[in-house]
């Protein structure tokens, strides 16, 4: 039991760090040699940094002004149809000053959300409330951080999960490596869940290994 517990806790930290992965957020509002001293700027930069976005930041140089990352692929619907492309050609600007053409389609990103210019226009216009005024939102399909995390833990899951499954086929009765981490799961769930919800005799049409 006691193996079981520290099983499931092991789980539970790996499943939280995988998606932590989202955790890691561009800095690009934070110009090179400017201090975050402040209470209030701490909590800001602390915000932003918990942010989703398009590529995984993970520091910028102060006195150079040089970033480090890693960028993902974006994905984007436009009037003009499906745009691909790497993040980086934003080169790590959140505030809308780059735009990347792809094909007389002129898009730029501003705070994580990608916008597209409307015909004619040369930057980003914005209102008194700092809204848009020349461009609109695209629908965004782009491999995020978030979408990575979940990706990334998803291959996981299903890698020792079907490890495990393809021991009980194979009449295993007890694991072997990473699948005796996951077995405690597969019994929590089978004692847990699935026998008090569907029945003794109902669950095993689900869980016919176990």
Known sequence: MVVAKK????????????????SYGDDAQHK???KVDTAEEINE????????????????????GTHYSFPLPVI???????KTFMS???????AGKVIVNKDDTKLVKLHSKIYELESG????NFDEDHHATNAHKVLDFSITKSVFGMLLTGILMLLGFGALARGYKKGKTIPKGFSRVLEPLVIY???????????????RKF???C
Not at 121 to 124: F, G, L, P, W
Not at 189 to 203: C, H, M, Q, T, W
Request: hydrophobic share 40%; glycine share 4%.
């Open 7 to 22: 099983s499931i806790n092991f789980i539970a930290v790996l499943v939280l760090a995988l998606f932590s992965i989202s």
């Open 32 to 34: 090179p040699g400017n």
């Open 45 to 64: 930069y602390i915000a932003h940094h918990l942010k989703d976005s398009h590529d995984f930041h993970f520091y910028t140089h102060n006195e150079s």
């Open 76 to 82: 984007v619907w436009t009037s003009n149809g499906l």
């Open 88 to 94: 980086s050609e934003f080169n790590h600007d959140d």
């Open 121 to 124: 226009a040369s930057s980003i």
């Open 189 to 203: 769930v089978r004692d847990e869940i699935a026998k008090p919800n569907i029945g003794e005799k109902k669950y």
């Open 207 to 209: 869980m016919a290994s």
